[in-house]
């Protein structure tokens, strides 16, 4: 294992500033470590790449009717869908000046405008399936509330984009793919308001998920921070780590093994920066954290235990 500060032993557990203690617990936490590793799109890509191969259907019916077993209540916003010529859909719900929502007493306000637009691609060559998809979303003063027992409005504006491909041999069984995003988004809740900002591109096969690039900003009023992959994080598949288990996920995460992370933020009032040395590859739990030029060794596993 190397670290990022080679010419000086590493200091032991909880030498870290707050902050960083707390970034790395909710970084390395069962629900981030899989968005983290991108979990939830490669998922959401192979379902769709299953589906095609089955010929399930994986969503609406090529009808564009409901397939639900219920009466669905009838929308108080404007409904568009529109079919472009490459085969993507585009669905608008345009709330207006606001309306109400939901159906009896459970009623709730709505306003604004919001928009998505899909498209999904199955194709096969020879043993190989290939399963396309891209999806991007536009909010414009789409907000509401969440009903009679919560009067605090919610207000959302902003773009945001995946698109990415899945293949996977039958006769090899292996897969791959890779995905992009951006986001670019502003949300306020009641008197609080925070923005987002996001850009990476990610790959994946049987052996592990690569971070290539991501750069990820919060912030709230003055307090900030950001998140740049300066070295592509790798996550190996065949290095669960049993010591770590979420209570609340009940889910086992995968911690990653190589690559660097860098951290700047502004936090009650302190700036400060921080690199996560993620390691050399190997499967030990154990990453390096240098700040304010001192480098701290950490056994992820005795500290998530211990937070």
């Avoid at 790395?24 to 490669?42: C, F, K, W, Y």
């Avoid at 998922?43 to 589906?51: D, I, V, W, Y």
């Avoid at 096969?205 to 690569?210: I, V």
């Avoid at 190997?282 to 240098?290: H, L």
């Amino acid at each position: 294992m190397a670290w990022l500060v080679a010419c000086q032993d590493p200091e032991p557990n909880g030498k870290l500033s707050e902050f960083a203690s707390e970034f790395i617990s909710l970084r390395l936490g069962g629900q981030n470590a899989a968005a983290m590793t991108g979990q939830p799109m490669i998922n959401r890509s192979f379902q769709g790449l299953m589906g095609g191969m089955t010929g399930m259907p994986g969503g609406r019916a090529q009808n564009g009717s409901d397939t639900t077993l219920y009466e669905p209540w009838q929308s108080c916003a404007i409904i568009t869908e529109i079919t472009d010529d490459d085969g993507s859909v585009t669905i608008t719900y345009d709330y207006g000046k606001g309306c109400q929502e939901g159906w009896g007493e459970w009623t709730y306000t709505m306003f604004g405008k919001f928009q998505y637009t899909y498209r999904y691609t199955t194709d096969r060559a020879g043993s190989v399936y290939r399963h396309s998809y891209s999806f991007a979303s536009r909010a414009d003063n789409y907000g509401g509330n969440y009903g009679r027992h919560d009067s605090t409005r919610w207000l959302s504006n902003g773009t945001s984009s995946y698109e990415g491909e899945s293949t996977y041999d039958t006769v090899s069984q292996k897969f791959s793919g890779w995905f992009e995003h951006e986001n670019e988004s502003e949300y306020a809740y009641g008197d609080e308001e925070y923005e987002y900002r996001s850009d990476g591109r990610s790959s994946y096969d049987e052996k592990g998920h690569t971070v290539e690039r991501s750069e990820y900003e919060y912030q709230q009023d003055d307090e900030y921070y950001k998140s740049t992959v300066i070295r592509p994080v790798f996550t190996r598949y065949d290095c669960s780590s049993p010591s770590i288990i979420s209570a609340s996920s009940l889910m086992m995460p995968w911690i990653p093994v190589s690559g660097v992370e860098r951290v700047i933020y502004r936090q009650n009032g302190k700036t400060g920066l921080f690199e996560i040395n993620y390691g050399d590859g190997q499967c030990d739990d154990i990453i390096f954290v240098t700040e304010n030029g001192v480098t701290t060794r950490v056994d992820v596993g005795q500290w998530m235990t211990a937070f």
